[in-house]
């Protein structure tokens, strides 16, 4: 595979490295348990030709330093392909076990594979930087990728990745015994999640975050503590996320009118939703009476587990 005008100036030779294949729409290859599969040097010189390739990028896993030293493993080599090219080469893999996603990273399972994941969030969150920003959103000029894989215009203007920080807070009692839970007025009924918003101009992170509860609880933050950050690649976001205590005295209300009801939760409820979901599977959800929790794929889930373990 040879370098065109859309690569970054890595070149991607080395067989030992994997490669994982995105399509435009976000799909990529999958196991047969749900995970990454990803590409050798080998079969991928002969499955992809240079015209099915629309970018490639480079992770370099800082932060996966115990797996580097563990599988020697220090990069990840990133593909851009059309839809159609994926569901090409899936079939030509000639591998049951290896197939093309059909629902994208949304459901992807970070508890299982945090790693794959990563990867997976990480080469999402580049695509909108490496397929559609071709162009500067001021002048109109095109922005061609530069040796350091930063887009820059003939006049010189550079062109970075956008980034839209977003907060998310997990709201607690002032005993720290009970989790607040909202229910957006677009879900179903049933389901109940952590209260999250983009950042406005002009606010740091704590009075987002502060904001964010008052506006859809009408509950004043008495305190804030980061927690974690996740990567949420639609298109762009980076999740912040708070632990915030709260007076569970104050009177609810939605001034925002973005959520229909929220609920305190127990850590006994909350685990006993999380087995009926387990045992049931998805087949129910639409079931008035059986409480849905976010995913394990999703920050506020790992949220909601951190805060679990704390209670006996």
Not at 20 to 37: F, K, P
Not at 160 to 176: C, N, Q, Y
Not at 224 to 234: A, G, H, K, L, N
Request: proline residues 5%; glycine residues 6%; charged residues 30%.
């Amino acid at each position: 595979m040879t370098s065109s005008p859309e690569h970054t100036h890595e070149t991607i030779s080395e067989s030992a490295l994997r490669y994982l294949l995105i399509s435009r729409e976000g799909e990529t290859l999958l196991n047969d348990e749900g995970a990454v599969h990803y590409l050798t040097g080998s079969d991928s010189a002969e499955l992809l030709p240079e015209e099915a390739i629309l970018a490639h990028s480079i992770i370099r896993p800082a932060a996966y330093s115990d797996d580097v030293k563990k599988n020697g493993t220090a990069e990840v080599h990133v593909i851009y392909c059309e839809d159609k090219t994926l569901a090409q080469v899936a079939t030509e893999l000639n591998n049951p076990r290896v197939r093309a996603s059909s629902r994208g990273f949304r459901y992807y399972p970070v508890h299982e594979d945090p790693e794959g994941r990563a990867h997976y969030a990480t080469a999402l969150a580049r695509r909108d930087y490496l397929i559609d920003m071709r162009y500067s959103a001021y002048s109109g000029e095109e922005a061609p990728l530069g040796s350091k894989g930063i887009r820059r215009t003939a006049s010189g203007e550079m062109v970075f990745p956008r980034i839209e920080p977003a907060v998310m807070a997990l709201v607690t009692s002032r005993d720290g015994e009970w989790v607040l839970l909202a229910n957006n007025r677009q879900w179903h009924p049933n389901r109940f999640a952590l209260i999250a918003g983009f950042v406005d101009p002009g606010e740091n992170l704590e009075e987002a975050i502060a904001r964010e509860v008052y506006e859809e609880t009408g509950l004043h933050a008495l305190s804030t503590e980061y927690r974690m950050s996740d990567v949420w690649p639609f298109p762009r976001s980076l999740m912040i996320c708070y632990r915030v205590h709260v007076d569970e005295n104050e009177t609810i209300i939605h001034h925002d009118g973005e959520i229909r009801a929220a609920r305190w939760f127990t850590a006994a409820e909350l685990r006993e939703a999380i087995a009926l979901s387990e045992e049931c599977g998805n087949s129910d959800e639409d079931d008035p009476a059986k409480l849905e929790l976010p995913g394990t794929n999703a920050v506020a889930r790992r949220m909601i587990d951190e805060w679990l373990t704390e209670k006996p």
